[in-house]
């Protein structure tokens, strides 16, 4: 069953995890690594405990998707992800995630992750919310 979200409601928790960890940079858990940057959905602990783990992981789970969905997607791009486990959300929106988990993925720090999609995208201006910066509500 995919979970009903709307682009407003995947903005203001983007937008909330950048800003309550904004120098955070990516690592897979030392269990997890793979050779590659590979970055996870699912975080799994070394004693089983399982939680969030990319920013694409933690918005998603923060607005009530299962870590059993996200699990099942691990090896997904961020637009595919959106587009089998939820429902509601814009291409738009999807294609602005996914570029924030590219920067991610090269290193970036969520908050500079977040407000570099931004700049490169001229902000997000969509139907409904905008995205004008990681500490600025949506409009």
């Not at 290193?107 to 969509?126: F, K, N, Q």
Request: with cysteine.
């Amino acid at each position: 069953m995919r979970t009903v979200l709307t682009d407003s409601q995947v903005l203001s928790a983007l937008r909330q995890i950048a800003a309550e960890s904004p120098e955070k940079v990516y690592e897979a858990p030392g269990n997890m690594r793979d050779g590659w940057d590979t970055c996870y959905y699912v975080h799994r602990d070394e004693d089983g405990t399982e939680s969030p783990g990319c920013i694409v992981g933690q918005v998603l789970h923060r607005l009530g998707v299962p870590l059993a969905d996200l699990k099942g997607v691990e090896t997904l791009g961020a637009i595919t992800v959106v587009q089998r486990i939820t429902e509601g959300v814009s291409d738009g929106v999807a294609v602005f995630l996914r570029e924030v988990q590219r920067k991610q993925d090269r290193g970036y720090a969520w908050g500079e992750a977040v407000a570099d999609a931004l700049e490169e995208h001229g902000g997000i201006h969509l139907t409904g919310p905008t995205l004008s910066a990681v500490g600025e509500s949506a409009a």
